[in-house]
């Protein structure tokens, strides 16, 4: 299968390695050579690296980089059966794109956007053939992340849809399927997990490092909101919730922090700045010593954070699925292998009991009387009929 990537950058790339392995044939275009090089050189560093972890050999690293070739003329992919874009998060310039690449390629291929962000409808309407166009949504990094997120269009047709879910499935991915919704399946539903976390600091209940530590200890998450948003940047976690408030609507429960804008504009970014909720050296190594161990903090504190973050999150996911945004299966996948939770939210939801959820969400809404805490309606009808998801 012959596969073009529009995009040279760290996703692109990320892609590209992962249809070479799958031993698909591979275009990476970009218009700037310099990217390319540094994709090529980049490509080169990582399957030595796996060499050296025993995780490759050598007839296999020269078996990918084979498969993969680097082209900065977009006619170079008129031979793709299927073409990614995984450039700038700006609607015109994709649609632009979109447009040139369908005068090259063949009627048959499948044109495809990895935003995370956008919507898909608009984007296929910039084509000639919208139904040839879906969105297939890896995560960072993509050899390594096991989710990828396959959102159809309303135009998108059933063959394309069923073409790109077996393809991806080709890969060794886990295919969950989206509606075509602002920030799809993770994006949506993660928002509490910063959203909420930083209500909790600005209302002075605790630190970052408190919460972040609640998180980990008491739910077992691999990174404590904070130390997540340093991670994947300040400036880019804030355009994420606005893009998805300014989409909803200006839902109240996607609503940005003031915290997390101010650190933004201060240029207080994170890893790549040197300095978020917590400083870095040159390496990217926490340096600050703001930390907390589990012993320092009250129990009941800990378990206040976490039990109000997580029954945000319930909420949220059950929310997805009263709206159809994806079935129970693949909300709790997306939020398990896209975003490395513990544990998928809706069968969180039915270990810490349904009661428990709306009881919660309505704890919060009567302290607060905001629109932000109200609960889904699905939690509601499932609690007086005692159902769980499974």
Same mark, same amino acid.
């Given at each position: 299968?012959?596969?073009?990537?529009?995009?040279?950058?760290?996703?692109?790339?990320?892609?590209?390695?992962?249809?070479?392995?799958?031993?698909?044939?591979?275009?990476?275009?970009?218009?700037?050579?310099?990217?390319?090089?540094?994709?090529?050189?980049?490509?080169?560093?990582?399957?030595?690296?796996?060499?050296?972890?025993?995780?490759?050999? @050598?007839?296999?690293?020269?078996?990918?980089?084979?498969? !993969?070739?680097?082209?900065?003329?977009?006619?170079?992919?008129?031979?793709?059966?299927?073409?990614?874009?995984?450039?700038?998060?700006?609607?015109?310039?994709?649609?632009?794109?979109?447009?040139?690449?369908?005068?090259?390629?063949?009627?048959?291929?499948?044109?495809?956007?990895?935003?995370?962000?956008?919507? !898909?409808?608009?984007?296929?309407?910039?084509?000639?053939?919208?139904?040839?166009?879906?969105?297939?949504?890896?995560?960072?990094?993509?050899?390594?992340?096991?989710?990828?997120?396959? !959102?159809?269009?309303?135009?998108?047709?059933?063959?394309?849809?069923?073409?790109?879910?077996?393809?991806?499935?080709?890969?060794?991915?886990?295919?969950?399927?989206?509606?075509?919704?602002?920030?799809? !399946?993770?994006?949506?539903?993660?928002?509490?997990?910063?959203?909420?976390?930083?209500?909790?600091?600005?209302?002075?209940?605790?630190?970052?490092?408190?919460?972040?530590?609640?998180?980990?200890?008491?739910?077992?998450?691999?990174?404590?909101?904070?130390?997540?948003?340093?991670?994947?940047?300040?400036?880019?976690?804030?355009?994420?919730?606005?893009?998805?408030?300014?989409?909803?609507?200006?839902?109240?429960?996607?609503?940005?922090?003031?915290?997390?804008?101010?650190?933004?504009?201060?240029?207080?970014?994170?890893?790549?700045?040197?300095?978020?909720?917590?400083?870095?050296?040159?390496?990217?190594?926490?340096?600050?010593?703001?930390?907390?161990?589990?012993?320092?903090?009250?129990?009941?504190?800990?378990?206040?954070?976490?039990?109000?973050?997580?029954?945000?999150?319930?909420?949220?996911?059950?929310?997805?699925?009263?709206?159809?945004?994806?079935?129970?299966?693949?909300?709790?996948?997306?939020? @398990?292998?896209?975003?490395?939770?513990?544990?998928?939210?809706?069968?969180?939801?039915?270990?810490?009991?349904?009661?428990?959820?709306?009881?919660?969400?309505?704890?919060?809404?009567?302290?607060?009387?905001?629109?932000?805490?109200?609960?889904?309606?699905?939690?509601?009808?499932?609690?007086?009929?005692?159902?769980?998801?499974?």
């Amino acid at each position: 299968m012959n596969i073009g990537i529009i995009g040279s950058g760290t996703m692109g790339s990320g892609i590209a390695q992962v249809a070479a392995t799958a031993g698909c044939i591979v275009k990476l275009y970009d218009t700037n050579q310099v990217a390319l090089d540094k994709a090529k050189a980049s490509l080169e560093k990582i399957l030595s690296r796996l060499i050296e972890k025993g995780r490759i050999d @050598t007839s296999e690293k020269d078996r990918i980089q084979n498969n !993969i070739s680097y082209v900065n003329n977009l006619k170079d992919l008129s031979d793709s059966n299927l073409t990614i874009e995984a450039i700038i998060e700006n609607l015109d310039i994709k649609k632009k794109v979109f447009s040139e690449l369908e005068s090259y390629v063949a009627d048959d291929c499948i044109i495809a956007s990895n935003t995370s962000s956008l919507s !898909i409808a608009s984007i296929a309407a910039a084509l000639q053939k919208p139904e040839r166009c879906v969105g297939i949504h890896f995560f960072n990094p993509a050899p390594l992340m096991k989710l990828v997120e396959v !959102i159809p269009a309303i135009q998108t047709s059933k063959a394309v849809l069923e073409k790109s879910i077996q393809t991806i499935s080709d890969w060794k991915k886990v295919v969950a399927v989206a509606k075509d919704t602002p920030g799809f !399946i993770v994006n949506r539903v993660a928002r509490p997990f910063y959203g909420e976390a930083l209500r909790i600091y600005e209302e002075g209940i605790a630190d970052f490092a408190t919460i972040d530590n609640a998180m980990k200890t008491v739910g077992g998450f691999r990174m404590g909101p904070f130390e997540l948003m340093d991670f994947i940047g300040n400036d880019v976690n804030y355009i994420v919730t606005e893009t998805v408030f300014t989409a909803f609507y200006f839902d109240p429960r996607y609503k940005p922090s003031f915290t997390q804008k101010r650190f933004s504009e201060a240029g207080y970014l994170g890893r790549k700045s040197g300095k978020g909720y917590y400083d870095y050296d040159e390496n990217g190594k926490r340096v600050d010593n703001d930390s907390v161990t589990s012993s320092a903090v009250e129990t009941s504190l800990s378990e206040q954070i976490f039990n109000r973050v997580l029954v945000m999150l319930i909420n949220e996911a059950a929310d997805a699925l009263f709206l159809n945004i994806a079935s129970a299966e693949d909300i709790d996948n997306a939020m @398990t292998k896209g975003v490395n939770y513990p544990k998928g939210l809706l069968a969180w939801a039915d270990e810490k009991g349904i009661d428990w959820c709306v009881n919660q969400m309505d704890k919060l809404y009567n302290e607060y009387h905001e629109d932000r805490y109200r609960c889904s309606p699905l939690l509601r009808k499932m609690k007086k009929e005692n159902k769980t998801f499974y």
